[in-house]
C-alpha cells in the first residue's frame, strides 16, 4: 500500500476532534464579529476592493521610535507572518521600515530619476519614460539584514518566550516587483571603465542612500514601479523603488530619484553608521549584502496555541539571498531527527517558498524547527553555529548590550516549543 495514503488516513481519525472545536470556535467569533467595525460600502467594494470586515491581521510598530526629535513615528512596522499564506505578501501587509519618517508625497508625473557621475551620457527619466522600457515582473523578498535580532520595547524578540512569528521574524516580505533591469538604463547610460560602485539615493527626509557594488547593480537590480500588479505603495517607495534580490534590505531604495556612478563607495550616513553592526570577533560588517538561507514555522508559531492533539499541517517559509530554495527540513523533536517537508510551488530564486509537512501532535512537550538549504547548498545554521563562526558562547546572544541586539544578517534555526498544554513559546535562547 502506497505509505502516504496510510499516513493520510491515520491522521483522519483524529479529525472529528479537530472539526468539533472549529465549529464551537466559530460560534464564538460569530457572535463577536456584529459588534466589529461597520463593513465597507457596497459602492466603495466595487471601485476598490478591501478585505473582509472580519480580517483584522495588521502590521504591528514595534521596534521603538527613532529618531523621536524629527517625527514621533516607530522606526519599523512588522509583517503578521503567522497570518499568511502561500508565499505573496500582500502590499497592505509589506513590512516597513522607514528610518521612523512617513513616506514623502511624490507626485509621479513630477518624479525624476537622474543618472548621472561617470557615464558618458547623464540621462533623467520620467516614470512613463521608464513604463515605455522593456519590463519585468519577478518575486523576491526584501529582508531588513536586522530581522531577528533588532529589539523590541521587551528587548531581542530572540530571548522573549513568548514572542510571535511577527516579532522575531516579521522585516521581511515578497511582492511581485515589476520594472526595469538597472542593466538596460546603464546601457542607455553608458557605463564608464572606471565605475565600480553606484551610489542610490531616495527622496525622503534622510535622502537614504547606499552604495551598490556595479557588479550586483548590472547582474539583477531592479527598478520597480509595480508590486503585486499595480503601482508599488507609498511605504514601499512610491513610485519608484530600487529592488536588489537577496541583498540586506538597506539596499533597496524607496523613492529613487538619482543613481551616481562612482569608483568607490560614498559612505553614506546609514551605511558608515548604524549599519555596520561590528561582528563579537571584531570584524567590521561593512558590504556583507547578501542575506543567507533562512526559514521560519509560521504556524504553528509563538502565541499560538494547539486546542487538542493529532493533525495539524506544519507550515512557514523558507528564503535565501543565495537562490532558489532547494530543500526544507522539519524537525518535531528539537533537532533529534529531521524529516523532508514538501516544498509548495511557486519556487523563484531569491522569494520566499512555502514549505509544508503533515504531523499528529501526541499531545506531549516538543520542539519543531525548521532547517533549509538553498540551490548553492548552503545550510541555514543552528544559533550554536553561529556562535563558533562569531567565536562567541550561547552568553552572547542572552545578552542585551547594544552591539549583540544589532547583529546583523542573523539567521539562525528558530525552535518553537509546544508545551503539554499546547501552548506555543520562542525556544531559540
Ligand atoms: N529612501 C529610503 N529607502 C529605504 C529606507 C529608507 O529609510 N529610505 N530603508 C531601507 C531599509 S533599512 C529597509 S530594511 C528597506 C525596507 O523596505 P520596506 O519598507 O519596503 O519593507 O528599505 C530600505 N530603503
Ligand atoms: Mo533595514
Keep these: 500500500m502506497n505509505p502516504k495514503r496510510t499516513r493520510r488516513r491515520d491522521f483522519l481519525k483524529t479529525a472529528p476532534v479537530v472539526a468539533g472545536v472549529a465549529a464551537a470556535a466559530m460560534e464564538a467569533a460569530g457572535t463577536q464579529a456584529f459588534g466589529a467595525d461597520a463593513p465597507a460600502s457596497a459602492e466603495q467594494l466595487r471601485s476598490y476592493g478591501q478585505r473582509s470586515h472580519f480580517v483584522t491581521s495588521e502590521r504591528v510598530g514595534n521596534i521603538g521610535m527613532w529618531p523621536t526629535t524629527l517625527q514621533p513615528r516607530d522606526y519599523g512596522f512588522r509583517t503578521p507572518l503567522q497570518d499568511l499564506v502561500g508565499m505573496v505578501t500582500p502590499a497592505s501587509l509589506h513590512y516597513i521600515l522607514s528610518h521612523g519618517f512617513d513616506p514623502p508625497e511624490i507626485d509621479p508625473a513630477q518624479h525624476r530619476l537622474l543618472i548621472h557621475g561617470m557615464v558618458d551620457r547623464p540621462l533623467i527619466f520620467t516614470v512613463d519614460e521608464l513604463r515605455r522600457l522593456p519590463s519585468v515582473s519577478r518575486f523576491h523578498f526584501i529582508e531588513c539584514h536586522g530581522n531577528s535580532a533588532v529589539s523590541g520595547p521587551t528587548g531581542p524578540p530572540r530571548k522573549t518566550p513568548n514572542a510571535t512569528v511577527q516579532e522575531t521574524h516579521g522585516l521581511t516580505s515578497c511582492s511581485e516587483w515589476t520594472g526595469v533591469p538597472l542593466s538596460l538604463l546603464f546601457k542607455e547610460v553608458g557605463v564608464q571603465k572606471n565605475a565600480t560602485w553606484i551610489v542610490a539615493e531616495g527622496a525622503d527626509v534622510l535622502k537614504h542612500t547606499k552604495s551598490i557594488p556595479m557588479e550586483k547593480a ?3 537590480a531592479l527598478v520597480a514601479y509595480g508590486q503585486n500588479g499595480e503601482p508599488v505603495r507609498p511605504e514601499q517607495g512610491f513610485p519608484l523603488r530600487l529592488v536588489t534580490p537577496g541583498w540586506q534590505g538597506i539596499n533597496n ?13 560614498h559612505m553614506g550616513n ?47 517559509l523558507a528564503w535565501s539571498g543565495g537562490g532558489a530554495i532547494r530543500k526544507v527540513e522539519v524537525s518535531t523533536n528539537g533537532g533529534q531527527t529531521w524529516k523532508e517537508a514538501e516544498v509548495q510551488g511557486p519556487v523563484h530564486p531569491k522569494a520566499h517558498t512555502r514549505f509544508r509537512l503533515a504531523w499528529n501532535w501526541n499531545g506531549e512537550e516538543c520542539v519543531l524547527q525548521s532547517r533549509c538549504t538553498d540551490d548553492r547548498g548552503q545550510v541555514q545554521p543552528t544559533l550554536e553555529q553561529i556562535g563558533k563562526i562569531w567565536n562567541v558562547g550561547m552568553d552572547y546572544f542572552q545578552s542585551t548590550s547594544p552591539a549583540s541586539a544589532d547583529m546583523g544578517n542573523f539567521n539562525a534555526i528558530q525552535p518553537w516549543k509546544i508545551t503539554a498544554d499546547g501552548s506555543v513559546l520562542n525556544a531559540l535562547v
Design 270 to 316: 546609514m551605511e558608515s553608521t548604524k549599519y555596520p553592526s561590528p561582528r563579537p570577533d571584531g570584524k567590521s560588517r561593512w558590504f556583507e549584502s547578501q542575506l543567507g538561507p533562512k526559514s521560519v514555522i509560521t504556524r504553528p508559531s509563538g502565541g499560538q496555541r494547539l486546542t487538542a492533539r493529532g493533525f495539524y499541517e506544519i507550515t512557514g
Design 253 to 265: 531604495v524607496k523613492w529613487l530619484r538619482r543613481i551616481y556612478l562612482t569608483d568607490a563607495p
Design 218 to 220: 548590472m547582474d539583477d
